[in-house]
């Protein structure tokens, strides 16, 4: 599979130098608990962090100590298993090819089949994930992203379905681990999946971050914020539709079969950790006698 260029990256990133990458890869071999690491990826890191360094690295040993430990999320992510096969089936994650105005790439998240009985939160998020992953490690930085999830079609028993422990994990990653600048974050639904949704949601997110959360009652109400000539054929846009996106997914992640076999393996080994760092007791829910908290939500 071919990779983003790092040359490219070098031109288009003018903050982008030598010596910090450089400096982060010397970090990054004295951490015998963090797999390699390539300079794309340290790259995308690097940029996702504005360029701090300090915040580079606890991005970095978040990012792979959450996909070391939430196997649920992260782990048995061949696209040519038959049950992966089938998740894919249910759920499209695409990113769009326009951008917005402020050159931001969207997102765009969709349940395909609503049958119940195959909505399955936590192996949603996987394929959600193996999205995003494969277009970073392809497409390289970019200047920001915004995150659209239609759940229009969706009922009560599908929000239902959704573990608090699923969705505080889901958040933690995408704000402390994901390498992007996330920029925006839109739900799609009805009154009264919302009314459950947001207790779900607002507790997790961070308060810089709140302000990019916002909940829609129709389709006309996302456009205010992302322009409707930016959306597929079926919300009235110039993209393809989605179901022609969704085919293109499930083909894609198929034939990038092998990148996810060996990305699965690039997790954190905590038993070669030199000491642990403070985020795990607070991201994991482990207490001072490390036993694990239950999460009190108001």
Known sequence: MKTADVAEEYKKNKELNVEDINALKEWAQKQKHLPPISEIQLILFLHSCYWSLEQTKITIDKFFTYRSAWTDFFANRNPQDPKLRSDMEVGLTSFLKTRTPENYKIL???????????????????????????????????????????????????????????????????????????KGLHYITTSVICEILVPLVKPFMKKELLDYLKFHSSYEALNKFVPQELLPKDYGGNEPSTKELHEEMQKSLIENKDYFVEEERLISNEKLRDRRPSFIDEDFGIGTDGSFKKLAID
Request: with cysteine; proline share 1%.
């Open 108 to 182: 765009l998240y969709k349940i395909m089949d609503v049958d119940l009985n195959r909505f399955v939160a936590k192996d949603l998020i996987k394929v959600f994930d193996m999205c995003i992953m494969l277009e970073l490690i392809q497409k390289g930085t970019f200047e920001g992203l915004v995150i659209v999830c239609d759940f229009r079609n969706l009922t009560a028993g599908h929000i239902l379905k959704i573990h608090i422990t699923e969705m505080r994990r889901l958040l933690l990653y995408l704000q402390n681990g994901l390498p992007v600048r996330l």
